[in-house]
């Protein structure tokens, strides 16, 4: 019985322990910019089989960041502010180019090239990640 005891409290430890591994950020980059504002991509990936959304992000070098999608309003495309980014139960999404990214906004600096991004990720289920994003000119 004591084994057994034992045993569960292993078993309950690994699993809180790899709880906070369900999401990950792969190749995070930010495009360079003397403007105001900019943009941040990466591919989020969700292990877990629940859905989580994207709901907030930070950075240091902006004064605030947003959750942008980008939809054809007819006579172009047009970005617009988003309450979260779905990532769903054990899949992947892509923050790129022409489609949702994150919005820095408000630039304490102009980013170049050879920067790198610190980032704050905050997720539906609580998770926060933090990243960094290199900066390029593409
Ligand atoms: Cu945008």
Redesign the pocket.
Known sequence: MKECIALLLIISFVLSSTAFADLQVQNPWVRATTEK?T?AYMELTNTSDQEVKLVSASSAVARRC?L?T?TDNGSGLE?R?TTAISIPAKGNIFLEPGKT?L?LMDLNQPLSEEDVIPFTLHFSDGTRLNTNAPVKAK
């Open positions: 504002n943009a947003e942008h980008i970005m502010e990214h919005m």
